[in-house]
């Protein structure tokens, strides 16, 4: 047998650590990030929860539909079960609406989600008009689309309907000053589909592309039953008004921002007399008061205001309907 030469042998080691170093690696990140396996879910969900309305045997019929998508910039895609009774109309009329679904309208899209239109007439389910387009439109959903079906394209127990928009027509309380849809005025509601659970939306988390010079809030807690709603009423000394008016500003601002359990701070001022301001406040929990209280941008603003504050008083209030909390938050 040849011997190695003193090279080939510094070459052996060399690969030996080489495959013993990446071996490590390679158990090291399986051991660091774990992942558990859901087979082949499709985990896309939360969906839009949307109302279709087509035109079956001349009759209007609803369903509700929750398998919506976007196809480019111009198409839309509305994928049924193929057992369903308004996918006879689509395929027949080539044409439907879609109407987006809002907290008022989502117990008769549930309705209509929960009974089939061959043995219940659906057509009263909602106030509705007809479009420029000839489907029928519902009258109080915050936006509705009138479709075009320009293919359909079958997948096991499915009709999927591709779709242009031939026009869309918004509730005027859902547009920003400019007439664009604002979807924090419309919130619409999600569908999750492996809990069949409803979803609120309305939130904005920052602004695309501009994500750390414009953060939004962060995601909030639920109210508990031990929840905190209080008015601060303060007077502040007239000389002091501009720089404490800085120092509530960004502290409220901060608040809303990173704090997961301050639900509101609302700061309005008199108007005959703007040193003297009330402060409405709603903490998630005592727990989220007391982190409030304790983080850093609290006691800057308590060390920085303690000169400037006249009188302080604090009121802590009874809802009389619980049920009128804000609508982001929602009680388990």
Known sequence: MKRLSACGVAVLV?????????????????????????????????????????????????????HVGVLGHDRIVVSMNDQHYTNRGIIAGRKLSVNLVDRPLLPGADYVGSVSGAEVDKSGAFAFHRGKNGTPVIDAAPVSMELDVVDIYKTPGFDNFVCTVAETTARPDVLDSRGRLDYTRLKPVLFEFPTYAYLATGEIIGKCRRLDRAPGM??????????????????????????????????????????????????????????????????????????????PHFRKYKQGTLKMVKSLRLSDQEPLNPANRLNNFMVD
């Open 14 to 66: 060399f690969l030996a650590a080489s495959v013993a170093g990446a071996a490590a690696r390679d158990a090291a990140r399986e051991t660091a990030v774990e992942r558990i396996s859901l087979g082949r879910t499709l985990a896309l969900y939360p969906s839009l929860v949307t109302v279709v309305g087509a035109e079956v045997d001349g009759r209007v019929n609803w369903l509700l539909v929750a």
């Open 218 to 295: 962060c995601a909030k807690l639920p109210m508990r039953p031990d929840g905190i709603t209080r008015l601060s009423s303060i007077e502040v000394y007239p000389e002091y008004l501009e720089e404490y008016r800085k120092y509530a500003s960004e502290v409220g601002e901060t608040s809303l921002r990173e704090e997961p359990g301050v639900l509101a701070m609302y700061a309005v001022a008199e108007k005959d007399d703007p040193c003297r301001m009330t402060i409405l406040e709603i903490y998630a929990s005592q727990d989220a008061y007391k982190a409030h209280i304790a983080s």
